[in-house]
């Protein structure tokens, strides 16, 4: 397992957050909702950090953890100009059963967030692994389209005018197990590879003013994997456009590793310019830092977490096509990566205590190194208008 160095700076920056992230990290153990620490008056929020740069921010949310814990809801409300529903817009959530709807967590987020003036970005329409089962073993029998259109329609046709952007078809990259790039899914089993287009077609009839995206992971390190995965969305993007189909923007999960090496900075820079030249927007949609050493001190792990962040971002916002930030959540206490939905890597520890710091915020909703390395971050970012990015995004 690679450790990566720490330099001078990073031990001394590492000190002085120690008595901090430390106090929040313990306090978190008694589970109550403690306060936020309070962030300095001074520093900006990552919403207008972002907005003074032309960018917005947000994170991956659900609406239950907001309703039960008022401290994770005063964060949202201060650092999020948007936010993704971490489940709630899945398949499987909305129709768990055949003809069963479950909107309400989706309407009351929206609510929520129109409330506070706040976007809601759409995910996702299609995502293999969030097909209910009912669907997956129906679209193999039938192979009948109407099952996926019924789907885009019933959903865009309640939330279309509410959600201005939506993860179409989230990781349909596999360079691995897939067939020529493409993972092999129920809908690529159906209906070909190109239920891609299909797709896409199907959520422009029905959302004819949203942005339209292709959401995936995989593009950020430098080793063959990532490599091959950069070439076959680029691929499949080209393929996409040449075809005539309706595509704004591409997702780029960012669900960094601190166990997979030094990040590709110039092939990742290259891609996004190839992505940008295609006409597309760009958007860091699901961001977070996996560690690779849970045994280094508090504030030794926060650090690599924040210097991580901050390496990625400074790649991605220099790329004018770049819309916006999203976090795949804000506070380690909900993090994918600490609550067995992720490899196991980091899940020894009992049941609901996180283990994994890669979120802006710990446990206890203090902000943690990476928070400022973010705040940092996009305060660097070059000062583009949101229109100056729009048009960077369809000027090939
Ligand atoms: O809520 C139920 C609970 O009642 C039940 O006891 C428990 C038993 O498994 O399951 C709970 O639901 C889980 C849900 O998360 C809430 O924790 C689901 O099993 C679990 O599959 C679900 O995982 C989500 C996963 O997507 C699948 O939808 C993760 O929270 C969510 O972070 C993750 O997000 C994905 C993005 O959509 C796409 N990119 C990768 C990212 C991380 O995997």
């Known amino acids: 397992m690679r450790t990566p160095g720490v330099d001078r700076r990073t031990l001394l920056a590492a000190a002085l957050v120690a008595p901090i992230t430390a106090r929040f990290d313990s306090a978190h153990a008694t589970g109550s909702d403690l306060r936020a620490a309070p962030v300095p008056r001074r520093s900006p ?30 964060a949202v409300l ?16 909305l129709e768990w059963r055949r003809g069963e709807f479950n909107f309400s967590p989706v309407d009351q987020l929206l609510d929520f967030a129109e409330a506070h003036a706040l976007h809601v970005r759409g995910h996702t329409l299609i995502w293999e692994r969030s097909t209910p089962d009912w669907a997956r073993a129906d679209i193999m029998k039938r192979r009948d389209w109407t099952l996926v259109s019924n789907h885009f329609e019933r959903v865009l046709g309640r939330y279309a005018g509410r959600v201005a952007e939506w993860d179409v078809v989230n990781e349909p990259i596999d360079t691995q197990t897939g067939a020529q790039g493409l993972r092999r899914t129920v809908f690529q089993q159906a209906f070909g590879a190109t239920y891609i287009e299909r797709a896409l077609e199907e959520a422009r009839s029905n959302a004819p003013h949203a942005r339209l995206l292709i959401n995936d992971y995989g593009f950020d390190y430098d080793n063959p994997v990532d490599g091959d995965r950069r070439s076959a969305l680029l691929a499949l993007v080209r393929r996409v456009r040449r075809a005539g189909a309706p595509l704004d923007g591409v997702g780029l999960q960012a669900h960094l590793d601190l166990d997979k090496g030094p990040l590709a900075a110039s092939a990742l820079a290259g891609f996004l310019q190839a992505l940008a030249d295609e006409g597309l927007s760009l958007t860091v949609t699901e961001l977070d830092v996996k560690e690779a050493d849970v045994r280094a001190p508090l504030a030794v792990r926060d ?28 506070t380690d206490r909900h993090s994918w990566l600490s609550q067995g939905d992720g490899d196991g ?11 994994n710091r890669g979120l802006p915020y710990d446990a206890a909703l203090a902000p943690k190194p990476m928070y400022w390395a973010m705040t940092e971050a996009l305060t660097s970012a070059s000062p583009l208008t949101a229109s100056a990015r729009a048009r960077a995004a369809v000027s090939a």
């Open 45 to 74: 929020s990552l919403a207008q950090a972002a907005k003074a740069r032309g960018l917005y921010f947000g994170a991956a949310v659900r609406m239950d953890q907001i309703t039960d814990e008022p401290s994770l809801r005063s």
């Open 345 to 355: 890597r980091l899940n020894a520890g009992p049941a609901r205590n996180p283990t």
């Open 78 to 93: 201060r650092d999020c100009a948007a936010l993704t529903p971490e489940i709630h817009l899945k398949w499987n959530s």
């Open 303 to 330: 650090q690599r977490v924040a210097d991580e962040a901050r390496r990625y971002l400074d790649i991605a916002l220099a790329q004018p096509a770049m819309r916006g930030v999203v976090t795949w959540g804000l």
